[in-house]
């Protein structure tokens, strides 16, 4: 009798610890989006029928699970993934967290789908990449580059506009794609050609203020697509601290993704520079020849505060 008691403890026992929820989470290999939830949560009561149908079709690659909040039993998994209000979703890869949302009220089962695999972000991205490139265009530092560059081209044919943007455009990602392979070759390269660019910025700002008659001369025929290449590349390195940070921050960890970022930020700053050129040059036609010679004084000197801008930050960011 004192057996079998025994036994019916045991198996007791054994049962409820069977039906402890599990205390860690298996994040294998790949993608796993896990919704965090409590019983005592309204608006999980209306999200968890939505995840439930997205648990019985996930999707392609990606293992969706949920863990309800059990007082006394499994909180350290909420503890452990900083777990700070319900429902929260969090998306693991490879065993890291890769982004999570929290506080939902509502949520169409169409959204959280484009959430999980990554949608709406790519549709942010393009969005935000085109519009920050235009601000950098138009940036403090950026505007005075190109204000003191654009008279040194030819746009006289709607072919050089298009060779414009091209130009600056391959300027733009000629230094981003530099720092996005983060190599030590491409470093030492990227750094003594904006010397190079710095220097050669110094000595034409220099011939300009001491000799504009000539000056206009001669960087009128200075081709319009080497101008824009030095208009992109000038004005991504004068920028460059936020290029990067913007970069790193929304390329989720993929070279492939920032490169397609790095693109998108290009095209964004062409096309503000097309708009400045266009506008600078039918402003510049309006001039007499006396302010034409002033304007090219102003340009010069401008290259020349430039070009020891450049040689200065550089000498510290590449210390």
């Known amino acids: 009798?004192?057996?079998?008691?025994?036994?019916?403890?045991?198996?007791?026992?054994?049962?409820?610890?069977?039906?402890?929820?599990?205390?860690?989470?298996?994040?294998?290999?790949?993608?796993?989006?896990?919704?965090?939830?409590?019983?005592?949560?309204?608006?999980?009561?209306?999200?968890?029928?939505?995840?439930?149908?997205?648990?019985?079709?996930?999707?392609?690659?990606?293992?969706?699970?949920?863990?309800?909040?059990?007082?006394?039993?499994?909180?350290?998994?909420?503890?452990?993934?900083?777990?700070?209000?319900?429902?929260?979703?969090?998306?693991?890869?490879?065993?890291?967290?890769?982004?999570?949302?929290?506080?939902?009220?509502?949520?169409?089962?169409?959204?959280?789908?484009?959430?999980?695999?990554?949608?709406?972000?790519?549709q942010l991205i393009n969005i935000a990449f085109p519009v920050l490139g235009g601000l950098l265009a138009l940036s403090p530092c950026s505007l005075p580059i190109m204000m003191s560059l654009i008279p040194l081209g030819r746009f006289s044919r709607r072919r050089d506009y298009a060779k414009c943007l091209i130009s600056s455009t391959i300027g733009v990602i000629s230094l981003g794609v530099a720092f996005l392979l983060i190599s030590s070759l491409l470093k030492s390269i990227v750094e003594w050609t904006i010397y190079a660019l710095a220097l050669f910025s110094v000595i034409l700002g220099i011939f300009m203020v001491l000799s504009p008659e000539r000056s206009c001369k001669v960087t009128g025929r200075v081709k319009s697509s080497f101008t824009c290449f030095s208009l992109g590349f000038l004005a991504v390195q004068c920028n460059l601290p936020l290029v990067i940070g913007s970069l790193m921050l929304l390329s989720v960890n993929d070279l492939a993704q920032g490169i397609l970022n790095l693109i998108s930020l290009s095209l964004g700053m062409s096309l503000t520079f097309l708009l400045l050129v266009k506008t600078s040059k039918g402003i510049s036609a309006r001039?007499?020849?006396?302010?034409?010679?002033?304007?090219?004084?102003?340009?010069?000197?401008?290259?020349i505060l430039i070009g020891l801008y450049l040689i200065i930050s550089n000498s510290r960011f590449f210390i």
């Open 1 to 122: 009798m004192r057996y079998n008691l025994l036994l019916l403890l045991i198996m007791l026992s054994i049962l409820q610890l069977s039906a402890i929820p599990n205390e860690s989470i298996e994040l294998d290999n790949g993608k796993v989006v896990v919704m965090f939830w409590s019983e005592l949560c309204f608006n999980c009561e209306k999200i968890l029928p939505v995840w439930r149908s997205i648990e019985r079709d996930p999707p392609p690659g990606i293992k969706v699970i949920d863990i309800e909040l059990i007082p006394g039993k499994n909180e350290n998994i909420f503890i452990e993934f900083g777990i700070k209000e319900t429902p929260t979703i969090v998306l693991f890869e490879n065993g890291k967290e890769v982004k999570r949302i929290s506080g939902l009220s509502e949520a169409s089962e169409s959204y959280l789908r484009d959430w999980i695999e990554g949608k709406n972000d790519f």
């Open 287 to 303: 001039l007499s020849p006396s302010r034409s010679l002033n304007v090219s004084r102003l340009g010069g000197a401008l290259l």
